[in-house]
């Protein structure tokens, strides 16, 4: 009966050292993903003068600060030519980009 007693205590300690020790790392990566939003960025470096293609782009989670000012419609983006060196994971401002318009007569 004492050998059953020492197990048992044993478990529930090391239950009570490891359980926050788990759940705190689970409420950070909801924590980070609640203050996260969901953007266009690009899938890969992307020179000066590309075009950007639909394979070129992906949907990924950034921070907010760095969405403000970004185009974050796709369809405005495909088809327009860089002026400036992305790396991959970048956002991609206006001021960054040559708009095409099109014009209707």
Same mark, same amino acid.
Request: glycine share 4%.
């Given at each position: 009966?004492?050998? !059953?007693?020492?197990?048992? &205590?044993c478990s529930?300690? %090391?239950? !009570?050292?490891?359980?926050?020790? !788990?759940? &705190? +790392?689970?409420?950070?990566?909801?924590?980070?993903?609640?203050?996260? %939003?969901?953007?266009?960025?690009?899938?890969?470096?992307?020179?000066?003068?590309?075009?950007?293609?639909?394979?070129?782009?992906?949907?990924?989670?950034?921070?907010?600060?760095?969405?403000?000012? &970004?185009?974050?419609? #796709? +369809?405005? *983006?495909?088809? #327009? @030519? *860089? @002026? %400036?060196?992305?790396?991959?994971?970048?956002? $991609?401002?206006?001021?960054?980009?040559?708009?095409?318009? @099109? $014009?209707?007569?």
């Amino acid at each position: 009966m004492k050998k !059953f007693i020492k197990v048992s &205590s044993c478990s529930v300690m %090391v239950l !009570f050292i490891c359980l926050p020790l !788990f759940t &705190s +790392d689970i409420v950070l990566k909801k924590m980070e993903q609640l203050f996260m %939003v969901s953007a266009w960025v690009t899938k890969a470096e992307l020179a000066a003068g590309q075009t950007i293609t639909a394979d070129l782009l992906t949907e990924a989670y950034i921070k907010p600060k760095k969405i403000y000012g &970004s185009i974050q419609s #796709q +369809d405005k *983006l495909i088809g #327009q @030519t *860089l @002026t %400036v060196y992305k790396p991959a994971g970048s956002t $991609i401002y206006l001021n960054e980009v040559v708009m095409f318009e @099109t $014009i209707t007569r």
